[in-house]
């Protein structure tokens, strides 16, 4: 299984431009930033945080894969929902929140804003 996420251009080129390695198991999802921040999670049951194509922060709290991962509006927060069945709200490379209670694993996010 490969670890590693391939950031590959359109099909006329065959070799990826970028490689974010750094997952010690498969990767599960994705999700990206207006300011360039890719999130990625991990069956290792971590998040990493991308900015330039380089690891800044390794989201660590999740016992069990993740599932899926969101960017919240403004720098620094992040979703995570995973096989542990709980959802993490992390800022600043904290978790703040922890979400319990679901019965089973948490395997989507989407956030909704209150455009009022």
């Known amino acids: 299984?490969?670890?590693?996420?391939?950031?590959?251009?359109?099909?006329?080129?065959?070799?990826?431009?970028?490689?974010?390695?750094?997952?010690?198991?498969?990767i599960t999802c994705l999700s990206t930033?207006?300011?360039?921040?890719i999130l990625s999670g991990s069956a290792d049951c971590?998040?990493?945080?991308?900015?330039?194509f380089a690891v800044t922060e390794v989201l660590k709290g999740h016992s069990a894969p993740v599932w899926d991962v969101a960017i919240y509006p403004g720098r620094g927060t992040y979703l995570s929902a995973s096989g542990d069945k709980t959802i993490r709200l992390w800022r600043e490379g904290k978790q703040e929140t922890l979400f319990s209670g679901h019965l089973d694993a948490v395997r989507k996010l989407t956030i909704l804003l209150d455009e009022t």
């Open 1 to 26: 299984m490969r670890r590693v996420v391939m950031v590959t251009p359109p099909p006329d080129i065959t070799e990826p431009i970028r490689q974010l390695t750094g997952h010690s198991d498969g």
């Open 33 to 37: 930033g207006w300011n360039g921040t």
């Open 46 to 52: 971590t998040v990493r945080v991308w900015e330039d």
